[in-house]
């Protein structure tokens, strides 16, 4: 008799067998490699995305620290390897960015070595683990050994040159010269003078109709009458000359046949000018005891504010606060101010890069600082102070003079708000709040739009205000704010009841009604701009130095020519004066004939 035997199988083989479909080492990967994806998803979105520079950068810190929080919790619960397995892998890690870090070049830094390689290192381990998720520890351990040295190894021997306007990291070969070293190296012999100054017959420098004699020109619009150009398509512009400069962010002012701008030379800044015919030195002022070099990870080098000239001298300010009054013919120096010193201010994060502005007798200055006076107002002639305002602690706008409701004032915009002030005293006329008082940094000029309107920087978008006085009683009324053009450090220009400017990178266009977007076109990056209006054009200095003429259209995106100025990252304001324009950034300032002599037609 045949006897039959019933198999059961027990429950703990079906839960063996259905696990097999996905073995535990495969599961526990899951939620790290998801973790994976949507942080490279989030960080190049940041990159892309409409976004304000503060809100990008927090967003992408944000992103990363969450990032490199979960994966050290999920590192160290790894609960199928000994603690002391999990240590060793995190110390391995953790050691050979220090070390890398620490033989790097100086400007890149432990910091920069950490936030650029450890989502890499992370990555290509999730990958190994992915690969060996079936060997010992021994296998895993060596495959993210070799990532950490591999990737870290490789950002030892880059230099980190800054960041784009987008934030993304500029890297180089750490023994390839960066552009200071190699114009130093070509300024080791002495200028070339192409002219006498300060000779007996020397005549004193005066202004012209035609010059352009401080920050964005007399004032601050940014704006070119009396040019018009030929066909680009047909007749290029022409290059006069071209130069290395000493790193900075300042711009150029012209007068007669010379060219005014500072440098950072060494480890002293540097007022220089130039022949503007022909680009040669005529002189450097430099004196021994301005060690005040301004060096920042991200922003760069050098000074970043633009000269001021009026009747006969020259007023620079430093990136550390000093203050300078020269004879513009021959650099020699009237006076001088430490004016940080003075005031006890902290120099900004991203340097002091307010331009002096000349009103009457007074030389005015933002200092800032914690004192409330931030704003001071020297005699021009001898620099002793006149009066103190009220005000910020932090600015990168300049002050400036404007006529508003009918009353003749100055306008600062700083981190407290903005406000008006009496030009004879520095009285507050009127004073608008800012709602994020302290972290919103002003960068841009206020722009006047009619006797009672201004339109202004605020936040991440624009605000316009309508400034108005009964018997001497002062009131602001804000008319609309749009975050539909974010100009971020980028000026913007106003002409026939429309805004262009650079938004996020983009060339865009607003109504003024409302600040309503019409059009948004053009990847220019990061640069700056000048208007032409009697031609109805804009003429774009894009981030990467190419010079794009655009028409100043509302109803399209049109571009009408276009040529490469300069080389490199290029977020210095374009300058144009006696039909020639003239363009620097960190490494390089060019002359281009760029205008007909003389003007045919005038273009309503």
């Given amino acids: 008799m045949r006897e039959t035997v019933n198999v059961t199988e027990s429950p703990a083989a079906s839960t063996t067998s259905s696990n097999a479909l996905l073995p535990r080492p495969q599961l526990k990967l899951l939620v790290p490699t998801l973790v994976l994806i949507i942080y490279w998803v989030v960080t190049e979105a940041s990159y892309r995305l409409e976004m304000g520079m503060f809100y990008r950068f927090i967003t992408r810190m944000i992103v990363l620290l969450l990032f490199l929080l979960f994966f050290l919790a999920w590192g160290f619960s790894r609960r199928h390897f000994t603690f002391g397995q999990r240590l060793s892998a995190f110390i391995i890690m953790i050691g050979t960015m220090f070390v890398a870090g620490a033989v790097g070049h100086p400007a890149t830094g432990t910091a920069a070595t950490a936030m650029m390689g450890l989502p890499i290192v992370i990555t290509l381990s999730i990958g190994w683990l992915w690969l060996t998720r079936q060997s010992r520890f021994t296998v895993e351990l060596a495959g993210i050994s070799i990532a950490c040295v591999a990737v870290f190894g490789m950002i030892s021997l880059l230099r980190w040159d800054g960041m784009d306007g987008r934030q993304r990291a500029l890297l180089t070969w750490r023994w390839t010269p960066n552009p200071e070293e190699r114009f130093l190296q070509q300024t080791s012999q002495p200028p070339v003078v192409v002219t006498s100054v300060g000779s007996v017959d020397q005549p004193v420098l005066e202004e012209t109709a035609e010059d352009w004699d401080s920050f964005r020109g007399g004032n601050r619009e940014g704006e070119v009458r009396g040019v018009r150009f030929s066909d680009w398509n047909q007749s290029p512009p022409k290059e006069v000359w071209r130069r290395r400069v000493g790193p900075a962010w ?18 002293r800044e540097a ?15 430099s004196p021994d005891g301005s060690a005040d070099r301004f060096e920042d990870s991200l922003s760069g080098t050098g000074p970043r504010s633009t000269p001021t000239f009026h009747e006969g001298r020259i007023y620079a300010y430093g990136a550390k606060g000093s203050l300078d009054c020269l004879d513009a013919m021959t650099g020699k120096s009237h006076w001088a101010k430490s004016l940080f010193a003075i005031r006890g201010a902290a120099v900004p994060q991203w ?34 102070q006149l009066w103190q305002a009220a005000g910020g602690t932090t600015s990168y706008s300049t002050p ?5 409701a009918d009353r003749r004032q100055i306008v600062m915009h700083d981190d407290a708000g903005l406000r008006g002030l009496q030009i004879e005293d520095g009285k507050v006329l009127w004073d ?13 000029q206020p722009h006047l739009l009619a006797n009672d309107r201004l339109l202004v920087n605020w936040d991440s978008g624009l605000l316009c205000l309508k400034i108005s006085s009964t018997d001497d009683k002062w009131q602001t009324e804000p008319q609309w704010t749009s975050n539909r053009l974010k100009p971020s450090f980028n000026e913007f220009a106003i002409h026939k009841g429309y805004i262009y400017g650079l938004d996020d990178g983009i060339l865009a266009c607003a109504d003024l009604e409302k600040g309503q977007r019409t ?86």
């Fill in 519 to 604: 059009w948004k076109r053009g990847r220019y990056g990061f640069g700056q701009m000048l208007l032409l209006p009697e031609i109805d054009e804009l003429l774009v200095l894009s981030e990467q130095g190419d010079v794009i003429r655009v028409a100043a259209d509302p109803k399209e995106h049109r571009e009408l020519g276009r040529f490469k100025a300069i080389e490199g990252k290029t977020w210095n304001h374009p300058m144009l004066a006696h039909g020639r324009l003239f363009v620097r950034n960190s490494e390089e300032m060019a002359c281009f004939e760029v205008a007909l002599p003389t003007v045919t037609a005038k273009l309503d």
């Fill in 271 to 285: 007022v220089v000018c130039y022949d503007a015919a022909t680009g040669h030195e005529v002189w450097v002022h």
């Fill in 400 to 404: 400036q003079v404007m006529t508003i």
């Fill in 250 to 267: 300042s711009s150029i002012i012209a007068i007669g046949d010379y060219l005014f701008t500072q440098e950072q030379r060494d480890k």
């Fill in 351 to 384: 340097g002091s890069a307010t331009s002096p502005a000349v009103i009457d007798d007074k030389i005015l200055v933002f200092v800032g600082g914690k004192q409330g006076n931030s704003l001071l107002a020297l005699d021009r002639l001898t620099g002793d």
């Fill in 432 to 444: 608008h709040p800012s709602p994020n008082a302290g972290s919103f940094q002003p960068m841009l």
